[in-house]
């Protein structure tokens, strides 16, 4: 009996060690690294990375943008970005309130004390000790240590944080898009531009929590800013071209389904008419577009151009 406890115990202990993310930083500026997460859903095989994380070094410290799904994603980030230079984390930034964004504040609260900041909305919906959504996705051994951290600095209004010789503007978008809460992160010196799920590129989207034409709105607010590098929410597209994809998927969508409404097309139907076949090879297709058809359909059903 006390040989099996043991072995029991040695096959946990190795089971959560092996986990292995194998993270390699893509450098966008001289001074912003990103690790660019999987266009698909969070599974097992993933381990839950398919949201980008970003590093913003300083003089004196890193700034993150997005700490991932979990913790021990976060600790392993966290290694690799030490190699670059071992310097700490002073400040977490959290683009809104989907957990597959933050759930690594746990590391770095622990290790670091680092300030968190953040929609209102995470405190509001998140309480300290409850499970998330990946929380009950994934196994324990990849979600070990992961806690809800609470955001120390709730940002309802614009904000400058300054770090040594690093200008970090904090923008709300102060409207449903894609939460009711979504945060812009923008680097002036770097003309970098985080724009969390306000832009995906190479997958389609959900829109679950959002509004059709709040992003519009938001993706021409993004698109009127100076920037020269764009990060995602998901997607490896960093360039110029970064918001082109997402836009023709919501353009093409609110154009179809007023069509669709014009022609007298029941709600029941909506999916099987609006297909967006345009999209149809792209990861989360098949899980997303319908409901995305369908919420938009409720949206614009009795909508008219301003």
Not at 168 to 185: M, N, Q, R, V, Y
Request: hydrophobic content about 40%; aromatic content about 10%; proline content about 3%.
């Amino acid at each position: 009996m006390l040989k099996k406890l043991i072995l029991s115990s040695i096959i946990l202990s190795t089971s959560l060690l092996a986990f292995n993310y194998d993270l390699k930083p893509k450098k966008i500026t001289d001074n912003v690294w990103c690790f660019l997460g999987d266009l698909n859903a969070p599974t097992v095989k993933n381990g839950g990375f398919m949201s980008n994380s970003c590093y913003i070094k300083t003089k004196s410290s890193y700034i993150l943008v997005d700490s991932g799904s979990n913790y021990l994603f976060a600790k392993q980030a966290y290694k690799i970005m030490s190699k670059i230079e071992k310097l700490p984390v002073s400040h977490v930034i959290i683009t809104h309130v989907h957990d597959d964004h933050w759930l690594g504040n746990s590391f770095y609260k622990q290790r670091f004390n680092s300030k968190i900041l953040g929609p209102s909305i995470i405190n509001k919906e998140h309480k300290v000790g409850q499970k998330t959504r990946m929380m009950n996705i994934l196994p324990e051994d990849i979600m070990i240590n992961t806690k809800v951290t609470k955001v120390d600095d709730e940002i309802i209004e614009t904000r400058t944080l300054v770090v040594d010789d690093t200008k970090i503007e904090i923008l709300p978008i102060g409207f449903k898009a894609h939460t009711s809460d979504d945060l812009l992160i923008f680097l002036p010196k770097e003309k970098a531009m985080f724009t969390g799920d306000l832009v995906m590129n190479g997958r389609v989207t959900s829109n679950r929590d959002g509004s059709l034409l709040g992003q519009i709105k938001a993706l021409d607010k993004i698109d009127s800013m100076k920037w020269d590098h764009l990060i995602a929410g998901h997607g490896y597209d960093t360039s110029k071209n970064a918001t082109k994809e997402i836009r023709k998927y919501f353009t093409l969508l609110k154009l179809r389904i007023l069509e669709a409404i014009e022609n007298e097309v029941e709600v029941q139907n909506i999916s099987k008419v609006v297909t967006l076949q345009e999209f149809k090879d792209l990861p989360m297709y098949d899980i997303f577009n319908k409901r995305n058809v369908f919420d938009a359909f409720g949206e614009l059903e009795f909508y008219e151009e301003e």
